[in-house]
């Protein structure tokens, strides 16, 4: 794998010659394969995705002596990796990612409509930032990677440092399927990010990571002579809205679970949990986190990120709970009042990456609106209740709030379908009006064109009359039935 | 009009109370208006635009006297002003814009899919900085402040300084039609542009104007502690490519008068026109461009701009030709061969604001994508040509260069249409994926929600299984029909 830089190589002018090739080569593959119809494109990914399930027990392995990981979830996200690829596929086959619209000639209108014809058009290299909590599905052939690919733009990812080797097999094993391995560009080392955020071949950037990171990537783009889209997502708190209705018991063990998958590394860990003061719900909480055990985190930088963060909230708050040390990480949940927790904002509203979370007492659920206005924007936000009518009024609150609302659920797990959005107010995401999850996710990588009274033989496909690929159209103002 | 503050006002705290009246009570007057059902959002839509048609007679003398536009130009204006207000009704109406997506429950997916329901929710108050140039169609009740309003946020105009009677009185005719007047504010003053932008009940911030003033706010929103999107639209050259089979008298006619439409102050201002140098092309437009005038320019900012920069494009290259002066303004079109007009870039890609251009000779049309792809982004990009064929390898060149490509016409004119797109890379646009103008632009002042497993009662109505509204939904993966 001689295009990419392994981890250790401390010269930055090696690392830009990395990034500055990578960049080259990826951009020269892009031409053939943004010319590549769809429906071809979705045969390849098709293809990427059989590669990976193949390759399962190959990649695995090396994501969980590098991540510490259990196999079985390493196991499940590979398969959900594999099947983001097929979704993308189905994506483009639908052909409706390319939003055709038509506009016939309106001599009528105000000022008068000439013929005109947009659609979706690749933007070209993508720059990936991987995350390090999701090995495969948040890396290099996650969904910034697939959905890109499926846009037609070629990519090249900045590998996460706490899984070189992972990334590297991964990387090895899409290039295989593609028709042109330099469509995937890996490049390794903090120093490769500002070049690559920087090189004028590249269009558009995805990052999944800390809020320092995604600040610090923000700067760069402004650096640059055309500053180009930031698709990022920096943080997430979680807010769980526990209303009188709701079950302790399985209110509880549902809570005490979420917040502890993967060790609480998780983007939609749920970090805020608001309880009725009475009903014996913070009792019940309690109980259930004491039953639980911590783990291994994924690298020392977020372990110690972890103790400091629990350690600064353990000097403000009382421990409500706290389960079994393993390797030195302990879940821990930390109780306050309502009034206390408005009092610690904006810094108690912070997110803790790692299994803790801050149970929030009230006596009235009409004090919760007031408190929720003040959080930072999140990825969800959930109620457990019995029936709608006593959420009512909270559902304008939480849906400015975040951008997903879960209803007697947990927040960890992503489904990655056509409807998912995953992303919402700042830091949950830099671009509100788009996901980083599921089938909307291809349009960060997209740029509209719109073609003006054009000749029909130099018209894309999609926006022909004839519409030989079958794609949904809005024409004239109406859908195309 | 107690809320706004005038012109001339000098005290920065004065300004920026203003700034936060207007913001606070737009944000309060917000509540109701997201509430309402967007069928009721669209008469009321209407009724602004027959407002402002009413109101014609008062409008166009103010911003004739204060803009040196002429009455026809004006008329013209306000009569698409108010047309944009019905486009978008029709939108609302037709409910698309919310891109509502149902995926129902699937437990064989990877991973399980549960029922996931999204759509695009209004994000909250809009910041919108005026333009100089339409004081109608592009300020106080422009494009951006209509899609606003029609997605249901408030907007808190910013009024340009070359207008701001007009701006006043623009805004008192669409508050009178607004159901609460407090969802259009407007604010004047140079000062008033920092705490509009910082203020933390604004969502997002558009903008038409400069590119000093586009890196300035965008400066303020990196400052915030919650970043938010910014529409930009910066500036755009607007490069013409005439092939050797196009008429050269009607290339000729056609390009004098879009350089010299409103005395070049427009966006679209073709600024670069590449010419076959044999086949009299460059006569004939030296011929035309030698009969048109200039006339008096918007603002003596503008106007002091233009001198500037056209005195500069004299210093480096030979004058073509030269209209005949008025007001002291005279149309220039400066001639350089594609090598030398190469090597100038990319200084000489950059726009010069006014009825200037330049016309770059070339011998070989192969030669022209190389000198293309250098060019800075664009909102529009034109071929002239006899037909298709010539200009076949210059359109996967073109639509990476510009959002709007044009056969055989002329780029200024924008038609306000549900295919229309008015962006294109940087600094055409700050976002590339979104249009400024026509349906699409609602999008810009929308932010997804996706409801999980959520009860039924509890949805809204465009994401419940019997589409109450009869919206467009894309159900498990295709368009319901």
Redesign the interface.
């Known amino acids: 794998m001689s295009r990419t830089l392994r981890r250790g190589d401390e010269v930055t002018g090696q690392v830009n010659d990395a990034v500055q090739a990578a960049v080259e080569r990826a951009a020269a593959a892009g031409e053939a394969w943004r ?1 590549t119809p769809p429906a071809e494109r979705a045969t390849v990914l098709e293809g990427v995705s059989d590669a990976l399930l193949k390759h399962a027990e190959e990649l695995w392995p090396a994501a969980a002596e590098e991540t510490r990981l259990p196999e079985a979830r390493l196991r ?1 996200e590979i ?2 990796t ?2 983001q690829f097929r979704l993308f596929a ?1 994506v483009l086959r ?1 052909g ?1 990612w390319v ?1 055709a ?3 016939h000639p ?1 001599p009528g ?6 013929d ?3 659609m979706n ?1 690749p ?2 290299v993508v720059a990936v930032f991987a995350a390090s909590n999701f090995p495969f599905a948040f890396s290099v052939a996650g969904g910034d990677t697939v959905s890109a690919l499926a846009a037609g733009c070629p990519v090249v990812v900045k590998a996460h440092e706490g899984h070189p080797r992972t990334s590297d097999l991964t990387a090895s094993v899409v290039r295989q399927a593609l028709p042109d391995p330099d469509l995937l560009g890996l490049v390794h080392g903090f120093e490769a990010g500002a070049p690559l955020v920087k090189h004028p071949l590249v ?1 558009a950037v995805g990052f999944t990571g800390s809020l320092a990171g995604g600040k610090a990537i ?2 760069l783009i ?1 650096e640059r ?5 930031f698709y990022g997502e920096l943080g997430s708190v979680n807010p769980v809205v526990v209303l009188s209705s709701a079950d302790p018991a399985e209110v509880a063990s549902g809570f005490a679970a979420s917040l502890t998958l993967g060790v609480g590394q998780f983007c939609t860990n749920p970090g805020l949990v608001f309880v009725p003061a009475e009903g014996g719900f913070e009792q019940a909480v309690a109980e259930a986190v004491g039953a639980t055990s911590g783990g291994p985190m994924l690298t020392d930088k977020i372990r110690e990120g972890y103790l400091r963060a629990s350690g600064r909230l353990a000097e403000r708050l009382t421990v409500l709970a706290s389960g079994g040390a393993v390797d030195g990480i302990t879940p821990q949940v930390f109780a306050a009042d309502l009034e206390a927790f408005a009092d610690g904002l ?1 810094e108690l509203g912070e997110e803790c990456f790692g299994p803790s979370a801050i149970v929030v007492r009230y006596r009235d659920p009409a004090d919760l609106p007031a408190v929720l206005r003040r959080l ?2 999140s990825l969800t936000a959930t109620v457990h209740a019995a ?3 006593e ?2 009024d909270l ?2 609150v939480l ?2 709030l ?8 947990w927040p960890t ?9 995953h ?5 949950a995401s ?6 980083s999850v599921g ?2 996710s291809i ?2 990588w ?10 029909a ?2 018209l894309p496909p999609e926006l022909r009359d004839d519409n030989p690929l079958g794609v ?1 159209q ?1 024409v ?4 195309r ?1």
Chains 1, 2 share one sequence.
């Open positions: 010319a499940g398969a959900r594999a099947a189905d639908d409706g939003e619209v038509i506009d309106d209108a105000t000022p008068p409509c000439p005109v014809r947009r058009h933007l070209g269009t923000q700067k402004d002579p055309d500053p180009i889209p904006p930072p924007g029936g709608p009518e959420a009512r559902v304008p849906n400015r975040a951008g997903r609302l879960i209803w007697n659920g797990g992503v489904a990655v379908c056509w409807a998912m959005h992303g919402g107010p700042w830091p830099t671009a509100p009006a788009h996901t089938a909307a349009r960060r997209t740029t509209p064109v719109a073609y003006q009274d054009w000749p033989d130099l949904p809005r004239d103002g109406r859908p039935v």
